[in-house]
Structure formats: structure tokens, C-alpha cells
T-cell receptor
Framework: AQKVTQAQTEISVVEKEDVTLDCVYE???????LFWYKQPPSGELVFLIR??????QNEISGRYSWNFQKSTSSFNFTITASQVVDSAVYFC?????????????FGKGTHLIIQP | DTEVTQTPKHLVMGMTNKKSLKCEQH?????MYWYKQKAKKPPELMFV???????INESVPSRFSPECPNSSLLNLHLHALQPEDSALYLC????????????FGPGTRLTVL
């Protein structure tokens, strides 16, 4: 069975600090997909990134970067020079290769608080 | 048009009421999803429609009844709900297949009295 663990329930940092959100996953499939979503207080889930299991390249997008390591089953997310607007709940999610559309298995989320 | 819309934004209903939640997308996506999210919890998958056919029903009680009238629309019919069904109901869509990112609507915040 698939599982996503986000051990950090809440992180609070001061603006401009760097912060890393951890995500560890479990799956029996060799083909799977990992995602990060942001959920601001308004409630809408905003897609940030997708990674498939064959692509271990790290990704950088502006202040955001992602470190995917199959050896440790981790897909961590770093925000550099954090800003107050980054305050939100961040979810890591997993879907497995199964044919057809399937749903996402989410971690419990990390509530990130950026203090001015 | 690159968004998923949901109506209403908020809904308050009694346990004997019948109501419907609506979701719409015009991105040509072939799969649509309903998730339920309780406060301070992650979204939980309820239903998946793929090419307008119900493909996944995650053991959801029959008081929730999904409907996909066409490839752009997804409804969730509600009847005889319980107070514990109060939650944020999120609709999502994607291209279908496996591994494609899902795009979420803003959700309907449901309160059952």
C-alpha cells in the first residue's frame, strides 16, 4: 500500500530564512509519481511540481527547489529566502502506476508559518 | 480557460435536505475527482470519473451520489447528510491516465446542521 509521511506538522520561521519541508513515501511500484501542492488559507490546492520515479533530477523554480532521492524514498521541498506569502499548508502526494486515472494519496501536510 | 470552478462556495444544509455541489472545467480533461477535506487534515479521495464513467468509489456512503453529465461537468448530490459530513469538498480534474497532475477547484465549504 502507498503511504506518504510528512513528519513536520508545523514549521515557523522568520521571513528571509530558508526552510525545508520533508516528505518520505512508501510504494511497492517501480513507477510512481510525486507531487507537491500548496494550500493557502483560501482553501484551493495549488499544484507546484510533479516528479516521476525515473527522473531523479533536482528541480529549481525561482525560490523553490526540490530534492528527489529514491535511495531514501524522499522528495523534499526547500523554499529559499522565505516570504510571508509562502505561509500555507504544503502537501506532498503520491500516485502509482496502475492504468487509468487514479487519485492522489496525500501526506498529512506541513503548516508553514512565515513571520515578518 | 485553465481553471476548475465549483459552486456554491458555501453551503449550509439540514440533515433532511437534498442539495447538489457542482464542478466544471473547460480544459478538455477526461478525468474528474471529488475529494473531502476535514479541518487540519489532508484531502481524501471519494470518487473518480474517467471518460464520464465512475472508475473509483472509495467506499463512500450512499448519501453521497456522484454524477458526470458530460466531460466538463461533475456533480455531487447530497441527501440525508450527518453533521460529521461537514467539510471542504474539492473537485479536481486532469488529462486522465496515470501520473498527471490534478488541478483543483476552490472547494465548497459544507456545513450540516
Amino acid at each position: 500500500a502507498q503511504k506518504v509521511t510528512q513528519a513536520q506538522t508545523e514549521i515557523s520561521v522568520v521571513e528571509k530564512e530558508d526552510v525545508t519541508l520533508d516528505c518520505v513515501y512508501e510504494t511497492r511500484d517501480t513507477t510512481y509519481y510525486l507531487f507537491w501542492y500548496k494550500q493557502p488559507p483560501s482553501g484551493e490546492l495549488v499544484f507546484l511540481i510533479r516528479r516521476n520515479s525515473f527522473d531523479e533530477q533536482n528541480e529549481i523554480s525561482g525560490r523553490y527547489s526540490w530534492n528527489f532521492q529514491k535511495s531514501t524514498s524522499s522528495f523534499n521541498f526547500t523554499i529559499t529566502a522565505s516570504q510571508v506569502v509562502d505561509s500555507a499548508v504544503y502537501f506532498c502526494a503520491l500516485s502509482e502506476e496502475g492504468g487509468g486515472a487514479d487519485g492522489l494519496t496525500f501526506g498529512k501536510g506541513t503548516h508553514l508559518i512565515i513571520q515578518p | 480557460d485553465t481553471e476548475v470552478t465549483q459552486t456554491p462556495k458555501h453551503l449550509v444544509m439540514g440533515m433532511t435536505n437534498k442539495k447538489s455541489l457542482k464542478c466544471e472545467q473547460h480544459m478538455g480533461h477526461r478525468a474528474m475527482y471529488w475529494y473531502k477535506q476535514k479541518a487540519k487534515k489532508p484531502p481524501e479521495l471519494m470518487f473518480v470519473y474517467s471518460y464520464e464513467k465512475l472508475s473509483i468509489n472509495e467506499s463512500v456512503p450512499s448519501r453521497f451520489s456522484p454524477e458526470c453529465p458530460n466531460s466538463s461537468l461533475l456533480n455531487l448530490h447530497l441527501h440525508a447528510l450527518q453533521p460529521e459530513d461537514s467539510a471542504l469538498y474539492l473537485c479536481a480534474s486532469n488529462q486522465g491516465g496515470t501520473g498527471n497532475e490534478q488541478f483543483f477547484g476552490p472547494g465548497t465549504r459544507l456545513t450540516v446542521l
